[in-house]
């Protein structure tokens, strides 16, 4: 398949169709994503990452997890969260949200464990992912998770998605949220340190770290209503300088800005 190779992923990304089921949708993606498309693990390749439907969903492998099944966004709520809906307003992610918020847009969706955290607790949720290819995972994730009995018992609508970059997007909203959040890639502790999840670190490879948190801050204070939410490591420096409140949780705390 001849197709233009986008230069963010050139060398990068490619789409694996080995055989099962119809080529057309692999093709699609491949066109979608200006990557290209192989009919086999080709060890002269020069791409690391490789995107496949296997088990029923999109999922993204490297050539280390070829075997092992590849990454998906999982719907399922982890460990620790109610899998009723609306799940309980607990926790520091929920008083971090505010109880009186309704609106929450996640300027930086990633895989989407704390945008779908947030939509089981019943929150309106805009997700807005700046990588095409998380964009694609995502998409795959809120059609499965359409699909599901609850979802569809309860007539509930899947969250949002929006693709790009979010400084630009936050400004263009048609309603005004009440509240943004953001989770930025902060940079690894200096000490060494357990790895980070494969997932985490497979994101940082596909997009580098974020050169402008600031900025995103900024625009996420000019466009919310309320707040603004920031997740951070618990050895990371506030990102909007000392917030208003801050919640505490494992590992890491949820710091809240209030719009005057």
């Not at 999982?74 to 899998?83: F, K, L, T, V, Y």
Request: aromatic fraction near 8%; charge should be neutral; proline fraction near 6%.
């Amino acid at each position: 398949m001849s197709t233009k190779i986008s230069q963010q992923y050139l060398g990068k990304v490619g789409v694996l169709y080995l055989g099962l089921g119809d080529r057309l949708p692999f093709e699609q993606l491949a066109e979608r994503l200006g990557v290209p498309l192989y009919q086999s693990l080709n060890s002269n390749s020069p791409e690391e990452f490789f995107l496949t439907w296997r088990d029923g969903c999109l999922k993204l492998l490297d050539r280390e997890l070829f075997k092992k099944g590849g990454l998906t966004v999982d719907i399922e709520p982890r460990n620790g969260e109610q899998r009723s809906w609306p799940a309980p307003k607990d926790g520091a992610l929920a008083q971090a949200l505010g109880r009186k918020t309704k609106t929450v847009v996640d300027a930086t969706t990633g895989w989407g464990q704390d945008s779908l955290h947030i939509f089981r607790m019943g929150y309106e949720l805009l997700c807005i992912e700046r990588s095409p290819i998380m964009a694609e995972l995502l998409t795959d994730g809120f059609m499965r998770l359409a699909q599901q009995d609850w979802m569809q018992k309860l007539n509930l609508q899947t969250p949002g998605l929006l693709t790009g970059n979010a400084i630009d997007l936050l400004a263009s909203l048609e309603s005004t949220p009440d509240c943004v959040y953001i989770d930025p890639m902060f940079p690894p502790k200096r000490k060494k340190t357990a790895l980070a999840k494969k997932s985490m670190r497979i994101l940082r490879d596909l997009l580098g770290d974020d050169q402008d948190k600031e900025q995103l801050f900024e625009a996420a204070l000019n466009s919310a209503d309320k707040r603004v939410v920031v997740k951070s490591p618990d050895y990371g420096e506030p990102l909007g300088g000392k917030p208003d409140e801050s919640f505490q949780g494992k590992l890491l705390r949820f710091d809240v800005y209030f719009k005057n």
